[in-house]
C-alpha cells in the first residue's frame, strides 16, 4: 500500500502539533517536563526547604531550650522517629505545614509518640530549615517548635 500524498501531509502535520506541544510544555516547566523527565525530583534544587527533627534535650538547660542553632550544633541526639511507630514522611509534613498550633495539635504530637516512650526524657519537636548561600553553600538552622515531656506539649514561647 502506498500512502497517497494527502496522507503524507496529514501525517506531518499531528507530528508537528505534537512536537510544538512537547516543546510549550517542556518550555512551561523549566525543561521539567515528567514523562520525559529523568529526575524530576530536582527540579527544585536550590530554593529553600523546611522538614522536622526530633532532639533529645534531657540534659540541655532550660534557658537553652528554645535557641535557634546551627546543625552542626544541635543540642541533643536525635529521636529516630520510625522507632515508635511514627512514618518519617507523614511527620515532617504535619510540623513542618502546621502554621497554627492549636492545643489539639500540640495533643496529637504528644499521642503520636506516647507518653510511655517520653518518659523521663524531654524531646524538641524542630523545624530545621535549610537554605543555599552564594552558589556553593548550604545553611541548616533548627528552631526548637514543641517540647514533648511525659507530662504533655510545650509550644515555644517565642513563637505566635
Do not use: C
Not at 63 to 80: F, H, S, Y
Not at 118 to 126: D, G, K, N, P
Amino acid at each position: 500500500m502506498r500512502m497517497n500524498h494527502l496522507e503524507s501531509k496529514r501525517g506531518m502535520k499531528i507530528i508537528g502539533v505534537i512536537l510544538i506541544m512537547y516543546a510549550a510544555l517542556v518550555a512551561s516547566h523549566e525543561g521539567e517536563f515528567w514523562p520525559f523527565s529523568i529526575y524530576p525530583m530536582f527540579s527544585q534544587a536550590g530554593n529553600p526547604w523546611t522538614r522536622a527533627m526530633v532532639l533529645d534535650v534531657t540534659n540541655v538547660p532550660d534557658d537553652e531550650l528554645w535557641n535557634r542553632t546551627p546543625l552542626e550544633q544541635k543540642p541533643g541526639n536525635a529521636v529516630p522517629v520510625g522507632q515508635f511507630g511514627v512514618d518519617q514522611i507523614d511527620f515532617s509534613n504535619f510540623v513542618s505545614k502546621t502554621d497554627e498550633w492549636t492545643t489539639a495539635r500540640l495533643d496529637a504530637m504528644h499521642i503520636m509518640f506516647g507518653a510511655q516512650n517520653i518518659a523521663h526524657h524531654r524531646w524538641m519537636v524542630s523545624k530545621v530549615h535549610g537554605r543555599m548561600v552564594g552558589t556553593d553553600s548550604v545553611t541548616v538552622e533548627i528552631q526548637p517548635l514543641i517540647l514533648l515531656t511525659e507530662e504533655g506539649s510545650i509550644l515555644n514561647p517565642h513563637i505566635r
